[in-house]
């Protein structure tokens, strides 16, 4: 028994051993295959979806895009240098009394447009008219005494040639005789002033212009050269002030001293209607040395009073008149790396990436040098989804969506561009030149166009 026990207990821990030997790896290898198949599938999976948001992505890319565009015209534009102004009157004039006394009436209805000389104010007369009665008593006393004079003289010339008086007499009688003509004159002069201040107390226009409102009323004492009545401003001609960068100067002084005659546009605050048109007429003789801007004058035709005082302008002062400009719309100007370019609609109703070089942007439209042809579709709606040789659907601009029109210049202008008014989100086109000959922006003299 002891022998059999000793032959079997090596052989039991062998038969263990060599079945954990190979189910081991077994093991090993079947998680290895779960991980493996776990991770085909979710690799299966993300390809699927991939391969579908791809092709997804090419049936959109290869779906035609919807555009709104419009053609290139060639017309008639202005090229004008724009500045901020400020309507004055041709001439204003402050009303004061030139005699003290108390405001006995008010011939004016305020707001009344009123003739020079028209009676606008009356002062009591009724001192002076004293004044000037008392002023004739002192010439009449005064006469009566001169005429006493040149009797006595007449005598005492007489009885100097018959010997009887002395010579010193007669130059005494002739000295009086002088002191009271010129008393004479002293009072014919007293009498001249007393009766201009007589006649001063009626106040009236010294110009042709629009009464304000009147800023004394009857009964009031009012006092010489200091109250202020009534101010009259001369509005038709009306006057407007603008100022340039002194770097425009001299290209309007040049034309001004040219003799031409340069035509000046007011337009409203947001440049939406033109208000009135008028011509320069000067130019300061200095520079104001605080903001580098020189001073120049318009002068406008006001009879319908559209322009009134201290109001303020957009001014297009214009210097020429390009015949033949190729306008767009500016939301048809875009930008990018490769610079300034319109999305360009092909016959085949695809769109090519179109560089064009700017020559100005006018209001809600955009000149252009080159890069275009009259009669060109451009692309003004859309423009953010293209790319080069993409197809699209193109329709013509919706009416009633702020485009040209409604910022007033283009359409104004011309009133018969196909796309005036349609046009959608045209103001503040990308890519508009700023170069050393761009014109300054509506408030802050900022680069809008070049000539």
């Given at each position: 028994m002891d022998s059999i026990?000793?032959?079997?207990?090596?052989?039991?821990?062998?038969?263990?051993?060599?079945?954990?030997?190979?189910?081991?790896?077994?093991?090993?290898?079947?998680?290895?295959?779960?991980?493996?198949?776990a991770?085909?599938?979710?690799?299966?999976?993300?390809?699927?979806?991939?391969?579908?948001?791809a092709?997804?992505?090419?049936?959109?890319q290869?779906?035609?895009?919807?555009v709104?565009a419009?053609?290139?015209?060639?017309?008639?534009?202005?090229?004008y240098?724009?500045?901020?102004?400020?309507?004055?009157?041709?001439?204003?004039?402050?009303?004061?009394?030139?005699?003290?006394?108390?405001?006995?009436k008010?011939?004016?209805?305020?707001?009344?447009t009123?003739?020079a000389?028209?009676t606008?104010l009356?002062i009591?007369?009724?001192?002076?008219?004293?004044?000037?009665d008392?002023?004739k008593?002192t010439?009449?006393?005064?006469?009566?005494l001169?005429k006493?004079?040149q009797a006595?003289?007449?005598?005492?010339k007489?009885?100097f040639?018959?010997?009887?008086?002395?010579?010193?007499?007669?130059?005494?009688?002739?000295?009086?005789?002088?002191?009271?003509?010129?008393?004479?004159e002293?009072?014919?002069a007293?009498?001249?002033?007393?009766?201009?201040?007589?006649d001063?107390?009626?106040?009236q226009s010294?110009?042709t212009?629009?009464?304000?409102?009147?800023?004394?009323?009857?009964?009031?004492?009012i006092?010489?050269?200091?109250?202020?009545?009534?101010i009259?401003?001369?509005?038709?001609?009306?006057?407007?002030?603008?100022t340039?960068?002194e770097n425009?100067l001299p290209?309007?002084?040049?034309?001004?001293h040219e003799g031409?005659?340069?035509?000046?546009?007011?337009?409203?605050?947001?440049e939406t209607a033109?208000?009135?048109?008028?011509?320069?007429l000067?130019?300061?003789?200095?520079i104001?040395?605080?903001?580098?801007?020189?001073?120049?004058?318009?002068?406008?035709?006001?009879?319908?009073?559209?322009?009134?005082p201290?109001q303020f302008?957009n001014?297009h002062?214009?210097l020429?008149?390009?015949?033949?400009?190729l306008?767009?719309?500016g939301a048809?100007i875009?930008?990018?790396?490769?610079?300034?370019?319109?999305?360009?609609v092909q016959p085949?109703?695809?769109v090519k990436?179109?560089s064009?070089?700017?020559?100005?942007?006018?209001g809600?439209?955009?000149?252009?040098?080159?890069?275009?042809?009259?009669g060109?579709k451009v692309?003004i709606?859309?423009?953010d989804?293209?790319r080069n040789?993409?197809?699209?659907?193109v329709?013509?601009?919706?009416?009633g969506?702020?485009?040209?029109?409604g910022?007033?210049?283009?359409?104004?202008?011309?009133?018969?561009a196909?796309?005036a008014?349609?046009?959608?989100?045209?103001?503040?086109a990308p890519?508009a030149a700023?170069?050393?000959h761009?014109w300054?922006?509506?408030?802050?003299?900022?680069?809008?166009?070049?000539q």
């Amino acid at each position: 028994m002891d022998s059999i026990s000793t032959e079997m207990k090596p052989t039991a821990p062998a038969s263990g051993s060599g079945s954990g030997g190979w189910l081991r790896p077994i093991l090993y290898l079947l998680v290895l295959v779960l991980f493996g198949a776990a991770g085909w599938r979710i690799y299966s999976n993300h390809k699927a979806s991939a391969d579908q948001a791809a092709s997804q992505a090419n049936a959109l890319q290869a779906r035609p895009t919807p555009v709104q565009a419009v053609p290139v015209e060639s017309r008639p534009m202005p090229i004008y240098l724009n500045a901020l102004g400020t309507v004055t009157p041709y001439n204003s004039v402050t009303v004061k009394a030139r005699v003290s006394g108390q405001l006995e009436k008010v011939n004016f209805t305020e707001g009344q447009t009123i003739h020079a000389g028209q009676t606008i104010l009356q002062i009591d007369p009724k001192p002076y008219k004293a004044a000037l009665d008392q002023a004739k008593g002192t010439l009449a006393h005064d006469s009566a005494l001169l005429k006493n004079a040149q009797a006595e003289y007449t005598r005492y010339k007489a009885l100097f040639e018959a010997g009887i008086v002395s010579k010193e007499q007669l130059d005494l009688q002739q000295s009086n005789l002088g002191q009271y003509e010129g008393a004479i004159e002293a009072d014919k002069a007293a009498i001249e002033n007393t009766q201009l201040q007589l006649d001063w107390c009626t106040v009236q226009s010294p110009i042709t212009g629009k009464l304000g409102l009147r800023l004394v009323d009857a009964g009031n004492i009012i006092t010489a050269n200091t109250t202020n009545l009534v101010i009259v401003n001369q509005v038709d001609p009306i006057a407007v002030y603008f100022t340039l960068p002194e770097n425009q100067l001299p290209q309007v002084l040049g034309m001004l001293h040219e003799g031409r005659s340069l035509t000046v546009e007011a337009w409203d605050r947001g440049e939406t209607a033109k208000i009135a048109t008028g011509e320069l007429l000067t130019a300061d003789n200095q520079i104001d040395t605080t903001t580098g801007t020189g001073k120049l004058k318009a002068v406008f035709a006001n009879p319908q009073e559209t322009l009134f005082p201290n109001q303020f302008v957009n001014i297009h002062l214009i210097l020429e008149e390009r015949p033949n400009a190729l306008v767009v719309p500016g939301a048809a100007i875009q930008t990018g790396t490769q610079g300034t370019f319109v999305w360009a609609v092909q016959p085949d109703n695809t769109v090519k990436n179109q560089s064009v070089k700017i020559a100005l942007a006018e209001g809600q439209v955009t000149i252009l040098d080159t890069g275009v042809t009259p009669g060109d579709k451009v692309v003004i709606d859309g423009a953010d989804r293209l790319r080069n040789g993409a197809s699209v659907i193109v329709s013509a601009p919706r009416a009633g969506r702020g485009g040209a029109a409604g910022a007033g210049a283009p359409a104004s202008a011309n009133p018969a561009a196909p796309w005036a008014g349609k046009a959608e989100g045209q103001a503040g086109a990308p890519g508009a030149a700023t170069s050393q000959h761009a014109w300054p922006g509506k408030a802050g003299d900022q680069p809008r166009k070049k000539q």
